[in-house]
């Protein structure tokens, strides 16, 4: 069973940077999909990036070019590194895992994923 564990959420003023840690208790290089997910208060949960194992990279618009998704592998930790952040990008963070092969039209899918994390809180002061 594999168990994903969010670090490095916090409270951030507007326009700050913030990157969070997803830890995977097994190698990340066995799960060919990597997600990111956020829901924020009243709103429903929303794929924000996935990657693949070969590094393919997808990112929903409200965060292209200021979120970027890195890895190591030898850490088996993902890492959402988060900059110009505004009041929007409130919410609590989920990073999700699956062995599925990649597929760029659905990896922004909770469904897609069979592991996630707990959930890390991000707060954006403005």
């Known amino acids: 069973q594999l168990q994903l564990v969010e670090f490095g959420g916090g409270l951030v003023q507007s326009g700050g940077s913030l990157t969070l840690s997803c830890v995977m208790s097994?190698?990340?290089?066995?799960?060919?999909?990597i997600g990111w997910f956020r829901q924020a208060p009243g709103k429903e949960r929303e794929g924000i990036s996935c990657?693949?194992?070969?590094?393919?990279?997808k990112y929903v618009d409200s965060v292209k070019g200021r979120f970027q998704v890195s890895r190591n592998n030898a850490k088996n930790t993902v890492y959402l590194h988060m900059n110009s952040l505004n009041s929007e990008d409130t919410a609590v963070y989920f990073c999700?895992?699956?062995?599925?092969?990649?597929?760029?039209?659905?990896?922004?899918?909770?469904?897609?994923?069979?592991?996630w994390g707990q959930g890390a809180q991000v707060t954006i002061s403005s």
């Open positions: 990657t693949s194992r070969g590094g393919l990279s």
């Open positions: 097994g190698a990340v290089s066995n799960y060919n999909t």
């Open positions: 999700a895992a699956s062995e599925a092969q990649w597929n760029g039209d659905s990896c922004f899918e909770a469904m897609s994923y069979k592991w």
